[in-house]
Each structure stands twice: as C-alpha cells, then as structure tokens.
C-alpha cells in the first residue's frame, strides 16, 4: 500500500504546469519543482496528450509526452478491468455530477491508495474526500 504522502495528479495539474497559457501554471510550476511521490493514469496521460493535440498540434502534444516521460517522481499506473469496475461503481454512486471516466478512475486509486491530496483544478476529483491542493493555497 502507498504512503499517504503520494499525490495523485490529475490532466489539469499536468497541463496547467505544460501552459504557461494557463492561471495555475504558477502554482503547479512551483509544485512540480519539488514534489513528493506522486501517481497518475494512463487515461490521463491519454487526456493530456489529446488535449495539446486539440489545443495545439501535434508538437505540442508529443511534448507533453516528452514532459511526462521526464518527470521522475511520477507514477504512472495502468488502467484495467478492476480500475474500470471500480470507476463504474463511483460514476453511479456520483451519478448527478458530470464526471468522465478518467475522473471516476481518480477518485478509485485514490481511495484504494489513499493518497494525501490531489493535484487537480476540477472539483470533481474532491468527492472523494480527498484535499485539492487549489484549495491549500488560494
């Protein structure tokens, strides 16, 4: 089991460190600048690298991979049936808010590792309890 100081991070975090574009890039420039243990997913890699995809171009995109790649403190777990089951589980029980798979997902590893916080500007990765690391600093 992990350690309660593992973060888990979430596509804004990551592209709002990626933007300079973007109002939290300060926040998540200084974060990243010395992070604990941190975790994700492979759908939010998925997300970020759509995302620059759209956003920008192609580039841009495989920066952001690029960036991922390099950050060392970065876990990144894989997604598989039992993740899927338990993200399905909390997109009913959080059936009247409009969370995406890749949210639902969040909020189960979370809960499975009990992470300290969670590195994320969407409110929705707060309904499982776990503190918005937004809401530690503004």
Same mark, same amino acid.
């Given at each position: #089991? !992990?350690?309660? $100081?593992?973060?888990?991070?979430d $596509?804004?975090?990551?592209?709002?460190?990626? /933007?300079?574009?973007?109002?939290?890039?300060?926040?998540f +420039?200084?974060?990243?600048?010395?992070?604990?243990?941190?975790?994700?997913?492979?759908?939010?890699?998925? @997300?970020?690298?759509?995302?620059?995809?759209?956003?920008?171009?192609?580039? %841009?995109?495989?920066?952001?991979?690029? #960036? *991922?790649?390099? #950050?060392?403190?970065?876990? *990144? !777990?894989? =997604?598989?049936?039992?993740?899927?089951?338990?993200?399905? =589980?909390?997109?009913? +029980?959080?059936?009247?808010?409009?969370?995406?798979?890749?949210?639902? &997902?969040?909020?189960?590893? #979370? @809960?499975?590792?009990? &992470? !300290?916080?969670?590195?994320? $500007? /969407? &409110?929705?990765?707060?309904?499982?309890? &776990?503190?918005?690391?937004?809401?530690? =600093? %503004?």
């Amino acid at each position: #089991m !992990a350690t309660r $100081t593992e973060s888990y991070v979430d $596509t804004s975090a990551l592209i709002a460190f990626a /933007d300079r574009s973007d109002s939290y890039h300060p926040l998540f +420039r200084r974060l990243f600048s010395e992070p604990p243990p941190l975790v994700t997913t492979t759908l939010v890699v998925a @997300e970020g690298h759509a995302w620059f995809l759209r956003r920008y171009d192609r580039t %841009r995109a495989l920066q952001f991979l690029a #960036m *991922i790649e390099a #950050m060392a403190p970065l876990r *990144i !777990a894989a =997604v598989g049936a039992a993740e899927q089951t338990g993200a399905g =589980v909390l997109l009913r +029980r959080f059936s009247d808010q409009n969370l995406t798979v890749t949210d639902a &997902v969040g909020l189960h590893l #979370m @809960e499975q590792r009990r &992470v !300290a916080s969670c590195w994320s $500007t /969407d &409110v929705h990765l707060a309904l499982g309890g &776990v503190q918005l690391v937004i809401n530690d =600093v %503004r």
